[in-house]
Structures are given as C-alpha cells and as structure tokens.
C-alpha cells in the first residue's frame, strides 16, 4: 500500500448498547433486539419511514451505518459487509409462511428479505451510494479478509472510502461492529486495530 | 504493476450434462434444460431445470463411497473435483476456497435443522472433502453472486491475500425459492424467453460451476481484465429504470481493462425474462454503446440458476471463446425491449476475443467482468 489507510470511526451495538470509538452512547432495556433497534432509531432521531418495514438484519446494518455515514457523506464509498447467518432469521420466518399448506401466506414482503444483501440496498438507497457493495458469509469475524478486500478497493480507485461491516443477527443474538477505511483519521487500518475494536 | 489473473479450470453440473464439453455440445444441438413439473412443491404445474438425481448419485459414486452430503453439496463437490484434481495444487494457505449461493442447503429448514442451513456449514462440508486450509469465503450477493466470485478472487489475488482460488457457486430450485419468485408473480407460465415480447418471467432453475482462478499462467483459459460491482440505490426489489447501476458496473470493468466498448465481441447477460430486468438491461447497454454487440442469455437453457448462474454462464462464455461460437439466445422470437440490442437469433462461427458478463440481482446489485481469451493474437 502505497498511502496509508485509517480507521476513521467505528460503532458497535451489541448487549442492549450502542457505541461509537468506543463509547457508549445509547442503552436500552428493551426485551427485544426489535424494540431495541427501534428505539436507538429514535433515540438519534433519524427520520426514515423505510426503517419500519426491514427485517431485523437490515434495521441493524442500516442503524449501524447511519451512525458512521450521517456527518461523512461520500458518494464514492463501497459497502463491504459480512455475517455468519446469513439472513437466516428472515428464511426461518418465511420458511414458516410455507410450511403448513392450511395456512399458506408466502409473502414477497419478506420472501426479498431472505437474501443478506438487501441491507447493502437499503443503506445505498438511503446514502445514494452508486457504489461497490458485497456481502460475505464466514463462521467468524475474518479480519484478513475485510482488510485485503477494503485496501484492494481503495488501491485500485474502485472506492474512496469503505464501510466495512461485521453484522450478524440470529433471533436475539446479534452484534454489528462498523468501521469506516478511509485514507484520514488517527487509527491504522490494520489486524491488531480492527481486533482490539470488534472485541472492546 | 497488478498482476495479470487468469481462468485456468473450469467444469459445471447442469440438466445439459456434467461437464463443460457435455453442456456446450447441448448448448450447439439448442437443447434446452427446461421441462414442466408437477409437484408438491408448487400448487400448480411450473417449469424448471431440475439435475437429475439418479445421474447425480451415479456420477458421485465414481468419486467417492460417503452419502452423507446433500444434493448440492455433491453437485458442487463433482464440479470442483477435476479440477481440483488437475492443479495438483496442495490447497494450503496460500490458496482461497470461494462457494458462492443464494440459499444453500436452504431445504434444511423443513427439518429444523439451523445449524445445516448455514451457509459456512455448506461451505465448510466441501472444503473439507478436498482438505482446503484456508477459512472458506462465502460470497451471497443475490444473482450476481456467481459472477461476483470471480471479480472477488482476482482482487485477493492482486491483493496477494492468496495465489490461487477455488471457486464453487450452485443454488438449487426449492420449495423456497419457487414460492418466493411465485409471490413476487415473476414466474413464467412457460419456459423463459429472455428479451422476447412475449417473455412473462423467470424460470428457475439449479447448476453448480466451479474454477480455477489463478496468476499461473499454465492452462489459462482467459485472463480477467476488469470488474466493477455497482449498486442501483434505487430499489430493493426492482432493476432501476435507468440501468444505472449496470451501466457503471461496466464502465469500472471497461476502466480497468483499458478497452473500448467498441472492442467487446460478445455479451453473456443476465436475460432473467422478466419485463422490468430485460427492459433495464437494454437501456443499460444503449447508453454503453454496447447495443450493436451479440448478445444472448443462457436462461433460456438452463432457467435462472441464482447465485450459480454468473459463474455458469460465465464457464459457458469462456468456452465459447476458445470455440469461437457464438450461441442462440434460446426462447427468443420477436425483439420486446423498448432499445434495440442484437440478440443471437442462430449460432454462428466467429472469431472471439473479448467477452463480457453481466448480472444484476435483488438489494440494486450488479456485476460486470470483461475477460480476454488467452493467446497470442499477432499484436
């Protein structure tokens, strides 16, 4: 690498609480990761109608990325996110709308959701970011891979900035870790940061 | 300087036959994998390409004696496995395991069983029939996912993240997947007729695929020149009218690979036959300059495979590369797209070069990759 990358901000949400460059700055007793994502929704008061009709996946990624993205709008930054279920929470639910052909309702409301990207479309939309977005499913958190892909990205000018994304949700487990790659800001892109942030 | 990344390997597992020559021999003879079901999957008779299990169990026995794995996980071990064989690669750290899918082993669900629907379960029961090291990389980007693989393998290896990737993509036709596209009502009454004006939707189908992505120039097929994989920011569930995203998925591939649009001697686009797709796409390759370039979907053969298609399709481009045939855009009659574009009416020899896939998929995604045959073209 040519110019020296940086971690220019992170969130995580996990355990009833949001924080941001590791302080927290949302706590919720909420029973539920619904009502939790909801009121951390509000709690910033974010205005977006669109927020209310996403699966949990999305509502988590979307909230997460709102947080990093709302005061550092760039047009030229990629989405590259990643979990380890996939958007099974949203298959379980959609599985169960066919399984009894007595009460058949297969929606296309949710049937959309059961794909992992749809939360990269959401957060593109909401940002208009024309830009380059995959989603990848590991067993773990994969910090090598996240930094090989989000530099390659930025050398090769497909992207000025990367929203790099660990959010994975299961039921009422969850845990989104963001951060943002960009070329300023104090912290170095790399293994030992990117660790030290994801388990803080 | 970046280095140069080849397509050496390739194989796939279709209804048209277990590997490449089988399928393209098919492909030529314009046999379709399309038939009409009729079943407890659906309440009503559909269409679809379905790999035929009782070949599938046949063709796996050769290879091995476990019949622990699921109908994809054998579909894509079969596709991997030649090619595997061939690199006598050690498959150590330095090499890359890509399994690309939209919903995997999805048909687990019906059984409650979480833990085998999980994507990295998938990925991690085939890589360990081959005894991959490294952590098996899962790429689920909806209908670009296959082809997205490919552009992803390059950019680790330009990385020096890894030498060599393996990439594996297959998704299945399931009760899921048909109840889905037939409640978004983008399901075909008949096979699919990609770009036709009497096209009525998709039609789905199942295949696995799988390369050899490499900086070793033995055995390479085509080098890939360039990729770009841009959102619409549109919509989640509708192609933008525009063909925005698509249109700058190419020009990034186009940037990178340093070629004209003028140069590109043929299409493999994504042709899922719905109205609004088909529409976009033409737009999209109007505003390229790319509308006078032969063009065909492979949908009409092998219905719409999901997360397998852009490597299928792909594998299929490739070889009709190194065949210099161009092939028939099954199901196509009269032109239904508001732009003018060249579908493929009838095979054709011609001598090719350069090769451009495209795919676009639900979430705004889309994905272009342009590959140069491998060779010495006299310049």
Same mark, same amino acid.
């Given at each position: 690498m ?6 220019k ?6 355990? =009833?609480q949001?924080s941001?460059d =590791?302080n927290v ?5 909420a ?8 009121e951390g929704l509000?709690h910033?008061g974010?205005?977006?109608p669109?927020?209310?009709k ?10 997460g ?8 709008d760039?047009?030229?930054?990629a989405l590259?996110?990643?979990n380890?279920s996939s958007?099974l929470d ?5 599985q169960?709308?066919?399984?009894d052909?007595d009460?058949?309702?297969p929606?296309?409301a ?10 990269? =479309? ?11 977005n995959?989603?990848?499913i ?10 090989g ?7 090769t000018?497909k ?5 790099? =994304? ?16 960009s070329?300023?800001g104090?912290t170095?892109?790399?293994?030992q940061?990117?660790?030290?942030f994801y388990t803080n | ?9 390739m194989n796939?597992?279709t ?15 314009g046999?379709?994998?399309?038939e009409?079901h009729e079943n407890?999957?659906?309440p009503?008779?559909?269409f ?5 299990e009782d070949r599938l169990?046949?063709?796996?026995a050769?290879?091995?004696?476990s019949?622990k794995y699921t109908k ?7 596709a991997?496995f030649?090619?595997?064989k061939k690199?006598k690669?050690e498959?150590g750290?330095r090499?890359?395991f ?8 999805i048909?687990?669900l019906?059984s409650e ?8 379960d ?17 790429v689920?980007n909806?209908?670009?996912?296959g082809i ?5 393998a ?6 020096e993240?890894?030498d060599?990737a393996f990439v594996?993509?297959?998704d299945l036709?399931s009760?899921?997947v048909l ?5 978004f009502?983008?399901m075909s009454?008949?096979p ?7 096209r009525?939707?998709v039609?789905?189908?199942?295949a ?6 490499t900086?070793?120039t033995?055995?390479?097929k ?6 770009g ?6 919509h989640?569930?509708g192609p933008?009218r ?10 990034s591939a186009l ?5 004209g ?8 686009a ?8 088909d ?5 999209a ?7 006078n ?15 397998a298609?852009?490597?299928?399709e ?7 590369l ?6 028939a855009?099954?199901?196509f009659d009269e ?12 095979n054709?020899d011609?001598?090719l ?6 795919a ?5 995604c889309?994905?272009?990759v342009v590959f ?6 006299g310049?």
């Open positions: 040519e110019n020296k990358l940086y971690i901000s992170y969130v995580s949400i996990e355990n =009833g949001i941001i =590791g700055v949302f706590e919720s007793s029973s539920n990761v619904s009502d939790f994502l909801k509000r910033f974010i205005q977006y669109k927020f209310f996403m699966d949990n996946l999305s509502k988590l990624a979307f909230l990325s709102e947080l990093l993205l709302k005061d550092q760039s047009p030229e930054t590259l996110f990643a380890s958007s949203t298959d379980v639910t959609y169960e709308s066919i399984a052909k009460n058949y309702f929606s296309p949710v049937f959309v959701y059961t794909l992992p990207n749809i939360c990269l =479309g959401e957060i593109s939309i909401r940002h208009q970011l024309k830009t380059e995959s989603f990848f590991f067993g773990a958190f994969n910090p090598d891979f996240f930094i892909y989000a530099e390659n990205l930025i050398e000018g992207a000025e900035n990367v929203l790099c =994304g660990w959010t994975e949700l299961f039921k009422e487990d969850y845990k989104a870790f963001l951060y943002l790659v070329d300023e104090k170095e892109h790399t293994k940061n990117i660790e030290l | 300087m970046r280095k140069d990344v080849f397509i050496s390997g796939c597992v209804p048209l036959g277990f590997s490449v020559e089988e399928n393209f021999e098919n492909l030529i003879a046999k379709s994998g399309i009409r407890e999957m659906m009503n008779p559909y679809s390409a379905i790999v035929d169990d046949a063709e796996f050769k290879i091995t004696a019949e994809l996980e054998k579909m894509m071990i079969l991997l030649p090619i595997v690199s690669s498959l750290k090499t890359a890509l399994l690309s899918t939209t919903k995997g082993n048909t687990a019906e069983n979480i833990e085998k629907a999980q994507l990295y998938l990925a991690q029961t085939v890589a360990d029939f081959f005894g991959f090291e490294s952590q098996p990389i899962v689920s909806a209908c670009v996912s997205l693989a490919i552009s992803v390059k950019r680790l290896i330009q990385s993240v890894y060599e594996v993509a297959g036709v009760e899921f109840s889905g596209f037939n409640s009502q983008a009454d008949a699919c007729k990609p770009y036709s004006k009497n009525t939707g039609t789905l189908g199942e696995t695929a799988a390369v050899l992505v900086s070793d033995g055995n390479a085509a080098r890939i020149l360039g990729d994989s841009m959102n619409d920011a549109n989640i569930s933008s525009t063909g925005e995203g698509l249109f700058l998925s190419v020009e940037k990178e690979a340093n070629l649009a003028d140069k590109i001697d043929y299409i493999s994504h042709g899922t036959a719905t109205p609004f797709n529409e976009m796409e033409a737009i390759f109007n505003r390229l300059g790319l509308e370039k032969p063009l065909h979907s492979l949908k009409g053969f092998y219905g719409h495979t999901l997360g298609s852009g490597l299928l792909t594998v299929i481009g490739i070889e009709a190194q065949q210099n045939k161009l092939i855009s099954a199901g032109i239904g797209v508001s732009q003018n574009i060249r579908v493929i009416e009838k054709e011609k001598f070069r350069y090769f451009l896939k495209t676009s998929g639900f979430g705004g889309n994905t272009a140069e045959k491998e060779g010495n073209f310049e």
